[in-house]
């Protein structure tokens, strides 16, 4: 109590205790004025540390104020917090507008207009959503969509964790590098390799022929899905495998040397340590093959135009082929409902890749 | 000579600043960072850029790190990882086929040309052969694309006109937005930071009719802002960033406000330099995909004026099969250059989604 601040601070706390109550808050001096009830306190602490010096009453000032409004959060004063999110608001702010103008309200706008008609004036109820849901076209994309994705996504992790592993045991950059390689290839480049080797004269019926094999018409037969598998993990094996790494590298090595001294072998320390360690990169792995998953497009359109084989139409042809007729309110039907689906699988999946917990 | 007047002063220090600082930029984790802003005590952005060009000369030869696995397979232990390689070769040369295949195409002359692939491209009778070396090499092709060829030229530079103020764009305006959600405490940064997160993961068929309907309202279809600036809006590099600022030491920061620096000196003299491989990540990533963006250009550039190479050489494969190999491997030129300078940079920007902290 010898600390005059200290005091302060006790029967500013008392203050803030009783507030809910309806008697006169109790503060350690007595006979104040009818003050208003926060300014009495002030006067009070002032009296009661009896030092008059100018800095301890800009100090307790400063602790009353803070602790009069730190509402919520008791640690960080709303003062200093409010000064912060000025300043974070001004960095923000070139990116935020950008992100409202060309991503956030347009998309509420979309949302509206799969309510309305082509020209956004009718309203037209759920009716494009149960067209764009009874339309063959689409069921056949879904579909196809959903294959596709629950195809390759988990031969692409089983894969690209496998070359992971043989990476990390040669320890072989030059392999990594390798494997990087087709990210950074454009897609337009291997446009026309792709062509001599799927068309149906191409390198890879002339192989099937070499091992005695029929040829197949890969891009007019339901060989297509497969080649679009392929094209796939082709394209996103490298950027699964340094997903990988960067997990097992977060796997303590003692672990492992634990388990050699009672006798583990490789496959067990695979099994009960490597597998149970990766978990959590495994959620990040899956949701962001989900994403590039979403490109192939870009192989599939170039390589077999807008209208492919059935088993290779994907969604992305279907929405590709709305917007060249301009039907914007089925399109935002579409859009609509995918980005519903996406959300719904971020926003389960997000804890994987939500790291920073401390809010 | 740099090592040993540092080693003068390194007494109860640690060793040499300037080594601990390269160790920083090399390794990019929190530990050696800390390590390395503590023995330099100079915030100079100069030293940091200094120190960092030098890393990255030195990593880019990775001729080096070759030659260690090689000489290695002469130990007798490591004659057990023969059986590895197996299985590797074989997948690496389901990656070095094909551009090898690309190599050699465009050394090949247009007969040799339609003598091989004619089958597969334009429909010919028989099927495709694939020598491994062309018989007559010929530099014909390329030649005629890079000389007789100006439309070549036009759509070379239309896709740089695309892409460098779409990265340029992305690294202004995400840097400092990363920044704040990194550094900065306050209310809603939980949410603002899901908004991007949820942002960066929609494919573009989402995105693409609200892009429309700004784009169109704004007037701006069938001009290169059009793909411009949602490009340079897009949330993933403000994501990767943040990543790389969150590896920023808190005590550097208050050290820096109670020397008085101000938000946004700290921002300019710690916050930026100390994220160059962040935000190099962010650039190296968003080059690679904008250059080989194919739905953005195609949606919103109707006019073959303003199209980009990776509109234009599907139109020409199958006419021009010899100028179409050219033009492809020199579409790859820039991304591959980009890609072998900046790997570490990738594989940092691809590892920033991944990593939990």
Request: charge should be positive.
């Amino acid at each position: 109590m010898n600390n005059p601040s200290e005091t302060i601070l006790q029967s500013g706390r008392k203050f803030n205790d009783k507030t809910s109550g309806d008697s006169v808050p109790r503060t350690p001096c007595k006979g104040t004025s009818p003050l208003d009830p926060c300014l009495e306190s002030r006067i009070c602490a002032i009296r009661n540390s009896r030092i008059f010096s100018p800095l301890v009453h800009v100090k307790v000032f400063c602790r009353t104020f803070f602790q009069k409004s730190s509402w919520g959060s008791g640690q960080r004063p709303e003062n200093f917090l409010r000064r912060e999110s000025l300043l974070a608001l001004i960095f923000l702010a070139p990116s935020l507008i950008g992100i409202s103008v060309f991503f956030l309200l347009p998309f509420v706008d979309t949302v509206r207009r799969s309510f309305f008609d082509v020209r956004g004036v009718n309203f037209i109820g759920w009716e494009s959503y149960s067209s764009v849901v009874g339309n063959a076209a689409f069921r056949l994309a879904a579909v196809n969509t959903v294959r596709f994705v629950g195809v390759s996504i988990p031969l692409l992790m089983v894969v690209s964790l496998g070359v992971a592993l043989l990476v990390r045991a040669v320890k072989g950059r030059v392999f990594k590098t390798t494997f990087l390689l087709p990210m950074a290839v454009p897609v337009a480049s291997i446009v026309l390799l792709w062509q001599a080797l799927f068309n149906y004269g191409g390198l890879a019926n002339a192989a099937l022929i070499r091992f005695g094999g029929a040829p197949v018409d890969f891009m007019h037969s339901g060989a297509a899905f497969w080649v679009l598998v392929f094209t796939y993990l082709w394209k996103n094996t490298g950027y699964n495998m340094i997903l990988w790494l960067a997990g097992l590298d977060g796997i303590s090595g003692s672990l492992y040397e634990a388990a050699y001294a009672d006798g583990a072998g490789r496959l067990q320390c695979f099994r009960y340590i490597t597998l149970p360690c990766l978990l959590p990169t495994i959620g990040v792995v899956a949701i962001l093959s989900l994403l590039n998953s979403f490109r192939v497009f870009r192989e599939a359109y170039l390589v077999a135009g807008s209208h492919p084989h059935d088993s290779m139409y994907l969604l992305q042809h279907l929405f590709n082929n709305w917007f060249q007729n301009l039907d914007i309110s089925r399109l935002s039907a579409g859009a609509t409902m995918m980005a519903a689906v996406l959300l719904i699988i971020i926003l389960l999946m997000r804890k994987f890749l939500d790291g920073d917990s401390d809010g | 000579m740099g090592d040993k007047t540092a080693g003068k002063f390194s007494g109860a220090l640690p060793p040499n600043p300037r080594k601990l600082l390269k160790k920083f930029h090399q390794n990019f984790n929190l530990k050696s960072r800390i390590r390395a802003i503590l023995a330099t005590r100079v915030f100079s952005p100069l030293v940091h850029v200094k120190v960092f060009c030098r890393t990255f000369f030195q990593k880019s030869s990775w001729g080096s790190g070759q030659c260690r696995s090689l000489r290695s397979l002469h130990c007798p232990e490591n004659l057990k990882k023969i059986p590895l390689y197996i299985p590797l070769i074989a997948l690496a040369l389901l990656v070095w086929w094909p551009l090898w295949f690309m190599v050699m195409g465009s050394l090949m002359s247009l007969e040799e040309l339609n003598a091989t692939i004619g089958p597969a491209i334009m429909g010919a009778d028989g099927f495709s052969v694939w020598p491994l070396l062309p018989s007559w090499p010929t530099l014909q092709p390329l030649a005629e694309l890079l000389l007789d060829t100006p439309h070549f030229f036009t759509m070379f530079w239309n896709t740089f006109v695309l892409v460098v103020p779409s990265v340029l764009g992305q690294v202004a305006v995400g840097a400092p937005a990363a920044w704040a959600l990194s550094r900065f405490r306050f209310r809603g940064r939980k949410i603002v930071a899901t908004v991007y997160i949820c942002l960066m993961l929609m494919p573009f068929q989402v995105t693409m009719v609200p892009n429309f309907l700004v784009i169109d309202g704004l007037g701006l279809m069938n001009t290169v802002w059009a793909v411009i600036l949602p490009f340079a809006f897009s949330a993933f590099p403000v994501f990767i960033m943040m990543r790389g600022f969150d590896a920023v030491p808190r005590p550097l920061l208050e050290a820096a406000s109670i020397d008085g620096a101000g938000a946004f000196r700290t921002f300019f003299y710690i916050g930026l330099p100390l994220g160059v491989p962040s935000i190099m990540a962010a650039a190296v990533l968003g080059f690679l995909e904008v250059w080989g963006a194919i739905e953005q250009p195609m949606t919103f550039l109707n006019d073959p004026s303003v199209w980009p190479l990776s509109l234009f050489l599907p139109q020409i494969a199958a006419e021009e099969l010899g100028l179409a190999m050219a033009a492809s491997l020199l579409m790859l030129m820039p991304a591959a250059l980009f890609f072998f300078f900046g790997q570490k940079y990738l594989e940092l920007g691809i590892q920033a989604a991944g990593i939990k902290e």
